[in-house]
C-alpha cells in the first residue's frame, strides 16, 4: 500500500475504491447477496480496530426524507444536555470532512489523513485474509473511520445517519441504543424496491433486538412493516401520532408524549416539517433518559435550546443576496420533501413571485419530483449540478412540459444562479430564487454564492 501522508492521498484512497461513495457496494445493483458481504468485510475491519463503535451508544437514523434534519436536532438537544456528541452524515456540500463531525466541529485535514491512513491497514489485511469478501468500498471505508473517530474523540453518544435503505448497509453493522425512522418516500426504487412495504421493510432493517426504536409516521402499509419487525426483534416501538403528538409551527410548537411534554418550542430550521422532525428527534432522546444514558441534567432546558441551535446548510437555508435577491437553498430530492418545501416557501413568501432552479441526479423521477412546485413556480431554470450522476437537462425540461411549464435550460446552476438574479431584482419581477432537486445542486449554488 502507498503510504498515505497528506490530505489529497488520504482522499485519492478512499475514492479510488468505490464510483458509490455511499449505498452497498462498487455496484449496488448487484444484488442482496453481493450488498451482504459489504456488512462482513465492514465487521472485519472494525473487529480489526478493535471495536470501536461499542466504546459509545449510537443513535441510529435511518429513513427517506428529514433524516438529516432529525440527527441534527438530536446531535443538537445532546450537546445542549452537555454530551459530547459524534455524528456521521452524507452526503457532503463542499468537502468529504463534513461527514465526520465531533462537537459540532468538522475533522480537520491532518486528522483525517491519519484517520484514513490507520483504518486502510486494516482495511488490506482483512481483504488479503479472505478474497471471497472482496474490496472495501468507499461508504464502508467512511463508516469504519466514523466510528474510530468517534472513540478516539472521547465521545459520549455518536449519531449515525444510514447512507442508502438500512438492511445492507454498512452503518447496519453497530449495536444502537435508540434505532430512529424517519418519514418514508419513494427513493432508490430500483435498489430498494418500487412498493411502499418493500422501501418500509429496508429502513426497518435498523432495528435490533431488544433495542428501543421511534418512527415518524406515515402510509398503512409502512407503518405495518416497521411495526412487524420490532415485534420480530423484540424492539419497544413508539410512533408519531400514537405514542407522542406535535402541534404548532416551527415559530411555536409543543411535543406531547404519555410523561413528558415541551411546550412553546422553536425550531431552528424551517417548515412544518420541521417540527415533525423535531418531535421525533426529542422521542429518541426520551428513548435515551429511559436507559440511563445521556443527556441528563435538566432535560427540558435542552431540548428548548437544542432545537432552538440545530443548524443544516442546505435544509431551508435562506441568504440575502446583495442585489436585494432572496435565495432560498434546500437539497429536496423526494416527492415528498419537495411537497414539504413547496408548502414551506408558500407560508414563508406568501406574496412573493418565485423563480426555481432545479437540477436533480440522474436516479430520481422528475415528473413526481416537480409537480408540488408547478402551482409555485412563476419561472423554472433547469441546471444540472456538476456531478457525474446528474439527471440530463432535457429529461427535466421534457417533464416540465409535460406538467404545462415553460422551463429555460441552463449550462449549470452558476449560470442559472446569474440569470435568475437580474431578473429577480429587476421591478415586477420575482422575488424569491429557490434552488432544489438535490444537495449537489444545493453545493453549487453556495459555492456560485460565496458561502462556501
Known amino acids: 500500500m502507498t503510504q498515505i501522508t497528506t490530505f489529497d492521498e488520504a482522499l485519492a484512497a478512499i475514492w479510488e475504491r468505490s464510483g458509490y461513495d455511499r449505498g452497498f457496494i462498487s455496484n449496488p445493483f448487484a444484488g442482496d447477496d453481493a450488498a451482504r458481504l459489504g456488512l462482513v468485510r465492514t465487521a472485519r475491519v472494525l473487529e480489526l480496530l478493535g471495536n470501536p463503535d461499542r466504546d459509545y451508544p449510537i443513535v441510529h437514523v435511518a429513513g427517506s426524507k428529514g433524516k438529516g434534519s432529525t440527527a441534527s436536532f438530536v446531535d443538537s438537544i445532546l450537546r445542549a444536555a452537555g454530551q459530547r456528541s459524534g455524528r456521521f ?262 406574496a412573493f413571485k418565485i423563480t426555481i432552479v432545479i437540477g436533480m441526479l440522474e436516479d430520481k423521477d422528475p415528473a413526481r419530483l416537480l409537480q408540488p412546485f408547478v402551482p409555485l413556480a412563476n419561472r423554472w431554470l433547469v441546471a444540472p449540478p456538476e456531478s457525474p450522476r446528474a439527471q440530463r437537462s432535457d429529461t427535466i425540461v421534457a417533464a416540465l412540459r409535460a406538467l404545462g411549464a415553460e422551463p429555460e435550460a441552463t449550462r449549470g446552476v452558476r449560470d442559472a444562479i446569474a440569470q435568475a438574479i437580474p431578473a429577480a431584482s429587476s421591478p415586477a419581477a420575482n422575488d424569491v430564487v429557490v434552488v432544489t432537486g438535490s444537495l449537489s445542486t444545493v453545493a453549487d449554488a453556495r459555492l456560485a454564492l460565496g458561502l462556501a
Open 89 to 350: 452524515l452524507s452526503p457532503h456540500l463542499h468537502s468529504y470532512r463534513e461527514r465526520f463531525v465531533v462537537d459540532n466541529a468538522i475533522i480537520g485535514e491532518a486528522d483525517f489523513t491519519r484517520l484514513v491512513a490507520d483504518v486502510m491497514s486494516p482495511t488490506i489485511e482483512a481483504e488479503r485474509a479472505d478474497d471471497a469478501i472482496g474490496q472495501l468500498t468507499a461508504w464502508e471505508i467512511s463508516t469504519a473511520m466514523a466510528l474510530l473517530w468517534f472513540s478516539r474523540s472521547d465521545c459520549d453518544i455518536a449519531v449515525v445517519e444510514v447512507g442508502m435503505g438500512g438492511t445492507l448497509d454498512a452503518t447496519n453493522v453497530i449495536d444502537p441504543a435508540v434505532s430512529v425512522i424517519t418519514t418514508l418516500d419513494y427513493e432508490h426504487t430500483a435498489i430498494l424496491g418500487t412498493t411502499m412495504t418493500e422501501i418500509a421493510s429496508n429502513k426497518a432493517g435498523i432495528i435490533k433486538p431488544g433495542r428501543p426504536a421511534v418512527s415518524a409516521d406515515g402510509p398503512v402499509e409502512a407503518l405495518k412493516v416497521i411495526e412487524a419487525k420490532a415485534y420480530e426483534a423484540g424492539a419497544p416501538l413508539s410512533f408519531a401520532n400514537r405514542d407522542w403528538t406535535v402541534t404548532g409551527t416551527d415559530r411555536s410548537f409543543t411535543v406531547v408524549g404519555a410523561n413528558w411534554r415541551h411546550d412553546d418550542l422553536v425550531s431552528s430550521l424551517i417548515g412544518r416539517h420541521q417540527v415533525d422532525n423535531a418531535g421525533l428527534a426529542i422521542a429518541a432522546v426520551h428513548e435515551l433518559l429511559k436507559l440511563n444514558l445521556p443527556p441528563d441534567g435538566t432535560i427540558d432546558e435542552s431540548v428548548r435550546r437544542g432545537i432552538g441551535a440545530a443548524f443544516l446548510p442546505g435544509r431551508f437555508e435562506i441568504m440575502r443576496h446583495p442585489s436585494g435577491v432572496t435565495f432560498v437553498l434546500d437539497g429536496a430530492h423526494s416527492p415528498a420533501s419537495a411537497q414539504a418545501l413547496a408548502l414551506a416557501v408558500r407560508e414563508r413568501f406568501p
